[in-house]
């Protein structure tokens, strides 16, 4: 039987890795209640005049960085919020895809990358560290506003990822590396991995196939 070999970390430690991890999750869940509005209401690119994202001083610094509004490569676009939106927007789908080099350089995606707004929200700044709330509201053109707020980020403790999310964002990861088929093997081995024999699957698993 394979023994566990660590511990969940502290939900209260103040380290910087901690305190990045934070900031990546603000920025996913950010854009997945993007995604959520979008989806519910049949947003199309066409229809937005602002995208307006709330959220504490010091993640605005962050997301609102002007150079955040210009990617100019895989590693800038997959940080970038602005992008994330607007390509979501109009592909319908943020996947690897997404990140190709002619893809981040698509000019047409910079005048609804700068239709996101980011701004400091004083209410939520008094909410932190206990709460970590974002909102995301999005008005078109015909005047209409649809708003969605969040407390805590996904994957918090207070908001963990089913296994069915995790399955979703393991093969959209994993996929392109060692194909779908095999990931779904390596996904179901690691769930019941605390009770396997030994590891040899695992290393099989992980192996890209040529």
């Known amino acids: 039987m394979v023994k566990k070999v660590c511990s969940p970390c502290s939900a209260t430690s103040s380290t910087k890795g901690n305190q990045l991890l934070s900031t990546a ?8 209640i993007h995604a959520k509005t979008v989806k ?16 504490i001083a010091r993640a605005a610094d962050i997301l609102g960085d002007p150079h955040k509004y210009r990617p100019d490569s895989k590693e800038t676009a997959d940080h970038s919020l602005p992008y994330c939106m ?7 789908m943020v996947t690897p895809l997404q990140f190709r080099e002619e893809r981040v350089l698509d000019k047409s995606l910079i005048p609804i990358m700068d239709k996101v707004k980011v701004v400091a929200n004083d209410e939520f700044e008094a909410l932190f560290p206990k709460f970590q709330p ?10 209409k506003s649809h708003s969605t707020r969040v407390d805590v980020p996904k994957g918090d403790p207070r908001d963990p990822m089913t296994e069915d999310e995790i399955a979703v964002k393991f093969t959209a990861l994993g ?36």
């Open 25 to 32: 999750r603000r920025w996913l869940r950010i854009f997945q």
């Open 40 to 55: 519910e209401h049949n947003i199309k690119a066409d229809d937005v005049k602002e995208i307006k994202v709330e959220v």
């Open 86 to 92: 607007a390509v979501g927007l109009v592909d319908g």
């Open 134 to 143: 974002s909102r995301v509201t999005i008005t078109t053109n015909d005047g």
């Open 175 to 210: 996929g392109d590396v060692i194909g779908t088929e095999q990931c779904k093997k390596l996904q179901s081995f690691i769930m019941s991995m605390e009770t396997a024999k030994n590891l040899d699957p695992l290393f099989e698993l992980t192996t890209a196939r040529g």
